[in-house]
């Protein structure tokens, strides 16, 4: 099992009113959210990433797994008192819409059970009532630290980091886009704390592509591109975010500099995007390990969901050949 490479240290709790039983310092519920605590993060400690199941029975075994742990953090949202932030100088930033906004508090959980959490979980969110008045479940969690925004402008997937690129707050340092229909593991924000930390030029990833080429140097078509396995920082790599990605304060400027074109050229495809911008502004791309890792994907939402569509139908293509055009590449 891939476990945490530090202990969990959930200090920072916030008040909660009424009174409960007590005993020995320790209310009752305090107790039970402890214990699911400790249940919840070995789940999620086997959620490694490494290969997808090769069997019809291993989906199904999967998905149950799944369905377990967002059973119990959903059971842990209902119950826990502890921030799901702590201090420090990386933000979470994430968005979502329509009926996923009842399902993305598992993603927000998973996040806020880490060995390292984040100094903000940033929600962008494209209506405002979304905001000022939230799924129930959210509300919940804005209690514990959750911060939910509205951002004008059709963004689509950009959203998750486009509004925070343009209003950096002065505390933060680094920003980490996750998406809203993955379970990430407890040593998820440590590891791209520490590569950035390393490289702090470098935009680190978990998942990577290479970019492949023809004989006349040309950008083959992206289902012929091939997984990275290295962790040397090169232009080549393509870095997807569905298992997270870290920018530094340089990375965030070149894409608040480089405006909105995106909703001409990728505005389903944000990931060829941030490839274009950066790799242009002269920011290698580093996956974090020699292995790529696809961190659990919660069912029930991937029919919904734009990665389906970019790859599938080949809109990634049309993506980057409408970018790379745009950049004159």
Known sequence: MWRPEVPINHSHEVPEGGQMFQRGGYTLRSIISSALDRTVVQMLSGNEGKSQPGSLIGWKLRNSVVRWTVALLWLRMLLSTKALTQDGYIDVSLTSYGPRLSKVFATIESIGLGTQRPRAIILWVDRPEDATNPHWTLRMQQKRGLQIRYSEGEYGPHKKYYPYCCDVPSSSKAMVTADDDVLYPPCWLTVLARAHVSSPGV??????????????????????????????????????????????????????????????VSHSADDVWLYFVLTRAGFRIRQVESRSRLFWERTGTQSVALSTTNVDRGMNDVAIERTRRAFGK
């Open 203 to 264: 935009v680190h990833c978990f998942r990577a592509y290479e970019v492949q080429r023809d004989s006349e140097g040309n950008v083959a078509p992206y289902h012929h591109w091939l997984p990275t396995t290295s962790t040397l920082p090169s232009f080549d790599n393509f870095a997807t975010g569905v298992s997270g990605v870290i920018y530094s304060l340089p990375h965030m400027e070149a894409l608040r500099q480089a405006g909105e074109n995106f909703l001409e």
